[in-house]
């Protein structure tokens, strides 16, 4: 099945940084989410998104829903130690309960 | 606040011998899913139910088996695992329109 293209793979940061993530797609989608995944923990949902041009945030997390509805953006301001992890999105299209992921970023922050 | 609950979290087998891990919510969501995670794959959808007695294949079926006879629970088979099997495995609802995991079953099989 198609997955998304999530870039960059893998960031190195040191505590302070703000850091950037975008997924991209051939298709449009009505719904973005974002997900951190700890080692060998579930996924657990960060921000969701549901129109085009969507600003929302959560705490220091910002995530954006692109306007062309292809793609879709995360920063994450003043990294702290504890943000470690996998980043990844999800698209889910109108009508769809299948949703279609990205590979994830994996993101290491020096204190 | 939905919860997704799955067991074992931790199951090491041999080949051929029959496991399930179940899956059960806390509420009465119509969508479930299952998902295998390797590295660099990422989130593979191995089958999903869309109410009682409703399955369909996902992207990487091959092996697995479900069952969704009632909505709380939607149980993953692997009838004769295989090596290839091995990997992250996580049950997964949907919610007001927002996907939820459960914690994760970590299947090793030898």
């Known amino acids: 099945g198609q997955q998304l293209n999530q870039s960059p793979q893998s960031m190195f940061i040191q505590e302070g940084e703000d850091v950037s993530m975008n997924c991209t797609s051939s298709s449009i989608f009505n719904t973005w989410l974002w997900y951190k995944q700890d080692p060998g923990e579930g996924p657990v949902l960060l921000i969701a998104l549901y129109k085009a041009g969507e600003l929302t945030s959560n705490g220091r997390l910002t995530a954006q829903f692109g306007i062309t509805r292809k793609d879709s953006f995360l920063n994450i301001s003043a990294s702290i130690p504890s943000d470690v992890g996998i980043y990844f999105c999800a698209g889910l299209s109108g009508g769809s309960y299948i949703p279609t992921f990205g590979r994830g970023t994996s993101l290491i922050v020096h204190p | 606040e939905a919860q997704v609950t799955q067991n074992p979290r931790y199951l090491i087998t041999v080949t051929g011998k029959k496991l399930t891990v179940t899956c059960s919510q806390n509420m009465n969501h119509e969508y479930m899913s299952w998902y295998r995670q390797d590295p660099g794959l990422g989130l593979r959808q191995i089958y999903y139910s869309m109410n009682v007695e409703v399955t369909d294949k996902g992207d990487v079926p091959e092996g697995y088996k479900v069952s969704r006879k009632e909505k709380r629970n939607f149980p993953l088979i692997l009838e004769s695992p295989s090596p290839n099997q091995t990997s992250l495995y996580f049950c997964?609802?949907?919610?007001?329109?927002?996907?939820?995991f459960g914690e994760g079953s970590r299947l090793t099989v030898l």
């Open positions: 997964a609802i949907l919610y007001t329109g927002e996907l939820f």
